[in-house]
């Protein structure tokens, strides 16, 4: 959806008047504007105040308007995200009560304590996702993108036909298809359930609360291998942190993350699964950037610096992981 949408003040007056009345089932009152913070073709995030206490509505376009639904219905098995005051599945709107610091921020008065943080908020994800194992079905059904290792072969097969990419970058994709199928076909055969797997998942979409760690910002989410979500996380815990993403640390947090699956193989089958899926996931990262600038302008695709193509390039350019564990 171009941001044009987003911007207009008759699709504003119609979000503000549905955010003033799920506050009013609620017995709340909006004080002051409406602050729309983050204008995205993907979704736009305001912000608002009820008495002395910040809430925020995020809305969501047509190919990431599943995440409401995705929100109720793992609002349903965990406490690990923030309560939804309100979902209107329809539109792809929510509204929310602010969920305390972030860790990002938080970490930037206690980095020393990087690694421990980091730790529970994985085994905390972990814990998420085994217990959306069971949703899955329902996810699908409802919209949230597939991205099981079955099917990731037809999602690029799909962009070698109707895209726009280079020639070239065409021409690498298409020799790259079978050693996709490989990977796929390994990862295919896991004992690890498939579940919901955020794919953005870096310090600034965790909050640190009172009652415990919130996992926000589900607008990448897809059903897959639960490991795939480690891309992002060691791509970004390295990047912030000015790690190494195959160093110590990042094995220290890749173990903890790892720990509430060792009921499904050993440690060492576990670490193959997660090189597999980490490097399946580009293919979930192409997919997510494609949904997100489906209805974006061309000014705005270029903005961007066209993601899906260089993902894609990225990710061809990489060989299958090696049997051994990292």
């Not at 036909?161 to 996709?180: F, H, N």
């Not at 670490?271 to 302008?297: F, P």
Request: glycine share 8%; proline share 6%.
């Amino acid at each position: 959806m171009s941001t044009e949408v987003w911007l207009d003040p008759r699709w504003r007056a119609g979000a503000e008047e549905w955010i003033d009345g799920v506050l009013e089932t609620h017995s709340l009152t909006r004080v002051g504007a409406v602050t729309y913070a983050h204008v995205r073709p993907w979704s736009v995030v305001a912000h608002l105040s009820v008495g002395g206490d910040r809430f925020w509505f995020k809305a969501s376009a047509a190919e990431t308007a599943y995440e409401p639904t995705l929100l109720g219905l793992l609002a349903g098995v965990t406490s690990a995200l923030l309560p939804p005051l309100g979902l209107d599945r329809a539109r792809g709107w929510s509204l929310h009560p602010d969920g305390g610091r972030t860790l990002r921020d938080m970490l930037a008065s206690r980095p020393a304590d990087r690694l421990a943080l980091w730790e529970d908020v994985l085994q905390d994800h972990a814990r998420l996702q085994l217990a959306a194992a069971r949703l899955s079905g329902q996810l699908l059904e409802a919209g949230v993108p597939d991205m099981r290792p079955a099917v990731l072969t037809r999602h690029v097969e799909r962009l070698l036909t109707g895209s726009t990419l280079t020639a070239g970058l065409r021409a690498r994709v298409a020799s790259w298809l079978p050693q996709l199928q490989q990977a796929a076909a390994e990862l295919a055969s896991s004992m690890v359930p498939m579940t919901v797997q955020h794919d953005d998942l870096h310090d600034n979409n965790v909050l640190i609360a009172d009652r415990g760690v919130q996992f926000v910002d589900w607008g990448d989410a897809s059903i897959g291998h639960p490991f795939g979500v480690f891309l992002v996380i060691r791509r970004s815990v390295a990047h912030q942190a000015g790690w190494d993403e195959h160093g110590p640390e990042l094995c220290r947090l890749r173990d903890a993350y790892l720990e509430p699956f060792t009921q499904f193989g050993s440690r060492r089958a576990l670490e193959r699964e997660l090189e597999v899926a980490t490097y399946l996931d580009g293919v979930a990262r192409v997919e997510s950037w494609r949904r997100a600038l489906a209805d974006a302008t061309s000014q705005e695709v270029a903005a961007y610096e066209d993601p899906v193509g260089g993902w894609l390039d990225e990710i061809v350019g990489l060989p299958l992981p090696g049997a051994a564990p990292m």
